[in-house]
């Protein structure tokens, strides 16, 4: 089979964080080709390269053979490679056929003016749609159509020029199993034409289902590039991961309290989660792992009351308690951490001081009026105890590292005295230095008695981090690990879903 | 320098005396601009206050007309004002359509609604007590305008609520980032309101201070007032996208405004071919701050939300 | 909206009897016209505050150009030129010096209402020459002149938003403004274009109030600004952007024509009026925001 794409010796650093260093991948016509790894190894900057979103600091992009600069996604449209994203980006108002034909609509002219040919449009996209084998009412508005459903627009848009890479992000993440059948069987239609396919997911037998080779990512580097035939489920997950666990830092743990801090009963919220219970003790660092989608950030999210779950039992300390609020929940002591710190945690422009000192508010005033002397104690004292890098509380957050950020998202809770903390991704975009700062706080933080949930997607970071490990699988809590338990690989095989075959 | 260019062209605009009761013309748009930093500060615009200050002076005529003490009448005034804008707010932050179209529609109803009342009499309500009158043309010692210092007095509390309270703080996160701020526990839905209720409310204050200026009421006396609040705010630096501004800033603002109004009066330059400068200077005041980086901030943003749009920033959807 | 309808028809059936029709169509020529430019500048998440002062300002313009003994078609080729040019000022800020739409067009406003009372010095602009009244007053077939140019902008903006690529492109900056930078669109220009169409529109609406009027005061247009934007929301325009249709805009034009005509018909103070224009706004975008939730994709996940 020809090559048609191929990019070597890729480089790709942000802002001094380099996370592609060196990966070699070549995409044959008619062939699947998936990349896989854990989160954060690397994937997307691949494609983000080779769908001209990223320019590579270095490496050999060649396109049929001839070396190429992909400058941005248009450009990538014109040599015939497209995305699909696991969230497609529609115009939610306009027809399907519009969004499939927008920038190419057939017309005609009459003087300057150019007529849309609506018709023509129609019917070339019922085409379209015909040759993928799918019932589309292309006169639709985008708007209407489920996540599976823009995807498909997202195919039928690249169908109307000459497809020759088709790169696939995690498109099942969101799909049900049919909506996955259905797109399988026209990425194999498109393949059958000659069509390339880069295909990243998770999910372990998907690959093995479509692809023929696999590269392997991990910490952005490639660490196999195999034949699937060649390879056992049990084989791939263990090229997946294998990072190295300093256990040396993980902290020993011995439950002194009899009755938990936190006791969660069957708290339900479709298609979010279900039945999930689990309890948490004072002074314990529980990690909860799983994919992305898995519903761990909306069971965060219940607990401290953003979206509260639509049924379920909370008690804390034995009492039973209903979060209806963020209010409620941080008057009972339960704080969060979100994963988004520039949406949800800071806000940049103002200084560490105005951030941290937010939920404190009522308690370093007096009828309403702020005592200053009072507030900037505050602020100096968690600037100091956190250690955060600033030349003063007044910095401005935006000029703070992304790890001393995150130091002021927990300075705002850490002066709340928090019961319960929960921690999503909290070192997502934090250097490799930043990263033990923030576990030395974590530890500490339990050290205190404060019960802290981790939730993260980084393998060894909830090994080195937790004493017990949940697993969320689907919406559903699949297992509970013991630290000795606990290994990549067993995580991994709750959260994939992959059988379990003892090693 | 505008008062040296005013002062040079037209001798008699630096007489102390003059310049001092020349304040009493724009007070009331200075006691609204007030409020309205606050609802633009959290990211929302209030265009009804010019008929919020219609319906209350008209009520206060009309209460005061039924026998009520006319004092008693101009604070029944301001609840109703707090009242209207508590509506307002409700509108926005229950059915979360824009605060532009929500007080677009309650721009028209309290209008309508003034217009009505109004019409009860014939058309002005007019005839106020001695002591009321007071309050819009009277100056202490001679030289005081007494809404001059009613200004100065709430241009006080304002400022001081702004930097130095709870809520003022509050108002400035919601701003930043109102997601930041739900998420830090802030109720940002009653924040958001109150400054709708406190723009009400001092509308309601113009409509007393204007009433006893005009020594009437009408139906109409606050037509068109939005705009130059919205103005006098944006030229004292508030930001419009919401986030920053002071109430210093506005108090300047509005004074620009006021001066130059009161500068092209004893040019003879009528009063509409003023907005001509006012739609200028405001145009002017944006386009400065958006090239003076005063909008980097805001630029920034943008640019995180492109890339975001672009995938290039992961972002939940929310 | 619909709703509405319904409501006065079965209360008053004589209300929506042909003739009565006509008389409403003719008032609110000025409004459905103006409302058709500011559909458009809205579908690309903008607004335009000054479009009644924009109409206000070439009404007067050329009242004053015709008074002063200029031709008649001299003086509306310069005023389409004048409302043209306003608009263009308005879409350059915009699109170009990249300020916010409410704040260009506001100060626009009270540049463009100062230069109308420059422009007449205050006075009243009348006893007009009968060839202006002429084009306010033929008939073609049963329609009276402006109502027939008022259908024939809203098809030529009917076809300009839905037939043409330009138009469609409206739509899709209003959208997804990435995804349509992503398809080559070339955002500017597209931003650009609704902010000019309507300050010809706006002359257009001028022109037609002098011809039809006779007269016009130096406040000409300036109840208007607001009520155009009010006609285009109550029309189904999403001020989100992205979503709306020139024919919605004429009728929500017509609906508030229907009201103030109702009003009269049930001897209720004129001064109604704008309540239930506030009312209907409200309603209109309620309900707008209400369907759209319902109708949100199905089975979207939040992660």
Request: include cysteine; charge should be neutral.
């Amino acid at each position: 089979m020809p090559e048609v794409v191929s990019a070597t010796g890729l480089m790709k650093s942000f802002s001094g964080v380099t996370v592609v260093k060196g990966i070699d991948i070549s995409l044959n016509a008619g062939e699947a080709h998936a990349l896989v790894g854990e989160n954060g190894a690397g994937k997307s900057t691949v494609i983000k390269v080779l769908s001209g979103v990223h320019q590579p600091d270095s490496g050999v992009i060649k396109f049929d053979g001839r070396e190429v600069t992909i400058a941005n996604p248009a450009h990538a449209h014109q040599l015939g490679i497209f995305t699909v994203h696991q969230e497609p980006a529609l115009m939610p108002e306009l027809s399907v056929a519009e969004n499939v034909f927008m920038g190419f609509h057939p017309h005609r002219h009459i003087g300057p003016i150019r007529w849309v040919r609506m018709s023509e449009m129609n019917a070339r996209c019922e085409a379209v749609f015909q040759r993928l084998g799918i019932q589309m009412d292309v006169r639709e508005s985008a708007a209407r159509l489920t996540i599976a459903e823009q995807q498909m627009v997202e195919i039928a848009k690249s169908l109307i020029h000459d497809v020759k890479v088709l790169i696939l992000d995690e498109p099942t993440a969101t799909l049900s199993l049919h909506e996955t059948q259905t797109l399988f069987s026209i990425v194999k239609r498109l393949m059958s034409q000659g069509t390339a396919v880069l295909f990243v997911s998770h999910r372990l037998h998907e690959v093995f289902e479509l692809c023929s080779r696999v590269t392997v990512m991990r910490d952005g580097q490639m660490v196999a590039q195999r034949l699937t035939s060649e390879l056992t489920d049990e084989q791939l997950v263990n090229l997946m991961v294998g990072r190295k666990v300093d256990l040396s830092l993980s902290r020993p743990y011995i439950r002194q309290a009899s009755s938990p801090l936190l006791k969660v009963r069957s708290f339900n919220k479709p298609p979010y989660f279900q039945d999930v219970n689990f309890e948490i003790f004072s002074g314990e660092i529980v990690g909860l792992a799983g994919l992305i989608g898995a519903g761990r950030t909306n069971v965060a999210e219940a607990l401290f009351g953003i979206a509260p779950a639509d049924s379920g039992e909370v008690y804390l300390e034995g009492q039973s308690l209903t979060i209806r609020n963020v209010q409620s929940a941080i008057d009972h002591g339960i704080v969060y951490v979100p994963e988004d710190r520039h949406k949800h945690g800071v806000a940049l422009s103002m200084s560490i001081h105005r951030n941290i000192t937010l939920p404190s508010l009522p308690r370093t005033s007096k009828w309403g009026i702020s005592r200053f002397e009072d507030e900037s104690n505050l602020a100096r004292q968690l600037k100091e105890s956190l250690r955060i890098k600033a030349s003063s509380t007044e910095q401005t957050v935006s000029e703070l590292s992304g790890g001393n950020q995150q130091k002021v998202v927990f300075g705002k809770w850490l002066a709340r005295k928090p019961k319960l903390m929960i921690l999503d991704e909290p070192t997502r975009g934090v250097d490799v230095g930043a990263k033990g700062e923030i576990y030395r706080v974590i530890r500490e933080l339990a050290n205190d008695g404060v019960a802290v949930l981790v939730i993260s997607s980084d393998l060894p970071e909830i090994l080195t981090l937790a004493n017990r490990i949940l697993v969320m699988r689907e919406g559903r809590l699949a297992g509970c690990l013991s630290r000795d338990e606990a290994s990549e690989q067993s995580i991994m095989r709750y959260a994939t879903g992959v059988s379990l075959v003892s090693p | 320098m505008e008062m040296i260019v005013f002062s040079a062209v037209a001798p008699g605009f630096l007489n102390f005396e003059n310049l001092m009761s020349s304040t009493n013309n724009f007070m009331a748009v200075g006691v609204m601009a007030l409020s309205m930093t606050f609802v633009i500060i959290t990211g929302g615009i209030d265009l009804s206050v010019g008929s919020m200050m219609s319906l209350c002076g008209v009520s206060m005529g009309l209460f005061w007309q039924h026998g009520l003490n006319i004092w008693i009448a101009a604070i029944l005034a301001l609840v109703l004002g707090a009242l209207l804008g508590f509506i307002n707010g409700q509108i926005i932050v229950r059915t979360g359509i824009q605060p532009l179209i929500a007080t677009l529609a309650t721009l028209f109803i309290y209008g309508s609604l003034a217009m009505v009342l109004a019409g009860q009499g014939d058309g002005s309500i007019y005839g106020f007590p001695q002591s009321y009158l007071f309050l819009g043309t009277g100056s202490l010692f001679r030289i005081m305008p007494v809404q001059l210092l009613v200004f100065s007095f709430l241009a006080l509390v304002f400022g001081f609520v702004l930097q130095r309270t709870n809520y003022g703080r509050r108002v400035y996160f919601i701003g930043n980032n109102e997601a930041a701020a739900l998420y830090s526990g802030v109720r940002v839905q009653h924040v958001k309101t109150y400054t709708y209720v406190i723009s009400g409310c001092m509308s309601g204050v113009a409509a007393v201070l204007m009433g006893s200026y005009f020594a009437s009421v009408r139906g109409d006396m606050g037509l068109n007032y939005e705009l130059t609040v919205i103005t006098a705010c944006l030229v004292g630096g508030v930001n419009v996208f919401g986030g920053s501004g002071t109430i210093f800033g506005v108090v300047v603002g509005a004074f620009i405004l006021g001066m130059l109004q009161q500068g092209l009066n004893m040019l003879n330059v009528s009063s509409v071919e003023q907005s001509i400068v006012t739609g200028l200077i405001l145009i002017a005041a944006v386009g400065i701050q958006q090239m003076s980086g005063l909008f980097s901030r805001r630029t920034r943003r943008i640019k995180k939300d492109r890339m975001s749009d672009l995938g290039l920033v992961s972002t939940g959807r929310e | 909206m619909t709703v509405m309808l319904l409501v006065l028809m079965i209360t008053s059936p004589s209300f929506l009897a042909p003739s009565n029709l006509i008389n409403v169509l003719l008032n609110t020529v000025t409004i459905g016209i103006l409302a058709l430019g500011e559909c458009a500048v809205i579908i690309t998440k903008g607004i335009d505050l000054s479009v009644g002062s924009t109409m206000g300002l070439v009404t007067l313009a050329v009242g004053t150009l015709i008074l002063s003994g200029i031709p008649v078609w001299v003086s509306l080729a310069i005023g389409l030129a004048l409302g043209l040019l306003a608009g263009c000022v308005n879409g350059i800020m915009v699109s170009l010096v990249k300020l916010p739409p409410i704040i260009v067009t506001l100060g626009t406003l009270s540049v463009y209402s100062g230069l109308m009372y420059t422009v007449t010095n205050g006075q009243w602009i009348q006893n007009l020459p009968s060839s202006l009244s002429s084009i306010g007053n033929f008939k073609i077939w049963f329609l009276p002149g402006p109502v027939f140019i008022l259908l024939m902008c809203l098809v030529f903006m009917s076809m300009f938003l839905q037939r043409t690529i330009t138009g469609r492109y409206v739509y899709a900056v209003g959208n997804n403004v990435t995804a349509a930078r992503l398809a080559g669109v070339q955002e500017r220009r597209i931003i650009f274009i609704p902010y000019a169409i309507t300050g010809v529109l706006a002359a257009i609406a001028g022109i037609l109030y002098l011809a039809y009027n006779g007269f016009a005061t130096p406040t000409t247009g300036s109840d208007l600004n607001l009520e155009a934007i009010a006609a285009a929301v109550i029309g189904g325009t999403n001020v989100f952007g992205g979503k709306g249709t020139a024919l919605g805009a004429v009728l929500g034009a017509i609906l508030l024509g229907i009201i103030s005509e109702a009003l009269v018909f049930f001897h209720l103070p004129a001064v109604w009026n704008e309540a239930a224009e506030g009312f209907i706004i409200l309603v209109a975008v309620i309900s707008d925001s209400a369907v759209t939730k319902r109708a949100a994709p199905k089975g979207r996940v939040v992660s």
